[in-house]
């Protein structure tokens, strides 16, 4: 596609609830990251695919976050039993590392709201 | 650890050039990035130095110096469409993978 898209544009949800946010990303592009930004604060990493492989997890706050990428293509980020400190926006990036500068380019995320 | 400072908020205003400083102290540095994110928008590329010097890219220019771990994104004949947040990251080499880290920005208003 011309750009990294990612639905729902906004989720509002019940706290317990689990939820399913959707990246598609350039086509062509091999390495897919998970940032979540909160208000007023900066970007922070969740999770990076090379392919379908997540060689770096670390960001992940806690065991109720997964996400899993499916032919080199789309990723899913779930969050199991929603909790309230969750509401943020989640961005989805790509990027292509046949490129030396290997930017990363943003979709316009998901703002997730926990009541 | 990673650790990236920036100011919080600047003001400028219309036709000026404002200068909007970034210091680093990481390990395994590979380069820095500027990005620029309007409010409810995702951030956008701007610029990006991986060596010493100045980067010029029409009204954006962004500068490094890795032994100072600095550098600064400078906006020249400021517009009313350049207000907005301006997030510097840097890359850095993590257990074998590349990484990026972000500031937490630096919100820029220009008034008229």
């Known amino acids: 596609g011309a750009g990294v898209s990612q639905s729902p544009s906004n989720k509002v949800t019940e706290k317990g609830k689990d939820v399913e946010l959707r990246c598609d990303p350039i086509?062509?592009?091999?390495?897919l990251y998970w940032y979540r930004q909160s208000l007023g604060q900066g970007l922070e990493f969740l999770i990076y695919?090379?392919?379908?492989?997540?060689?770096?997890k670390s960001g992940l706050p806690s065991d109720r976050f997964s996400a899993e990428r499916t032919g080199g293509s789309v990723s899913t980020l779930t969050i199991q039993r929603t909790q309230q400190e969750d509401s943020a926006v989640y961005l989805c990036?790509?990027?292509?590392?046949?490129?030396?500068?290997?930017?990363?380019?943003f979709g316009p995320g998901t703002r997730l709201t926990v009541l | 650890g990673q650790n990236i400072d920036q100011p919080t908020e600047m003001t400028a205003t219309e036709g000026a050039i404002v200068q909007i400083n970034c210091t680093y102290q990481t390990s395994g540095f590979n380069g820095l990035f500027w990005y620029q994110q309007h409010a409810g928008e995702a951030p956008t590329f701007l610029s990006y130095n991986v060596l010493d010097g100045l980067e010029e890219k029409g009204r954006f220019s962004s500068f490094l110096s890795r032994s100072k771990g600095y550098s600064y994104l400078l906006l020249k004949e400021l517009q009313m469409k350049d207000s907005a947040s301006y997030l510097c990251?840097?890359?850095?080499?993590?257990?074998?993978?590349?990484?990026?880290?972000f500031g937490t920005g630096t919100r820029l208003l220009v008034s008229p």
């Open positions: 086509s062509g592009h091999t390495a």
């Open positions: 695919f090379q392919g379908n492989s997540a060689p770096d």
């Open positions: 990251a840097v890359r850095f080499l993590h257990t074998g993978f590349q990484k990026l880290v």
């Open positions: 990036a790509s990027s292509s590392q046949l490129t030396g500068t290997d930017t990363q380019y």
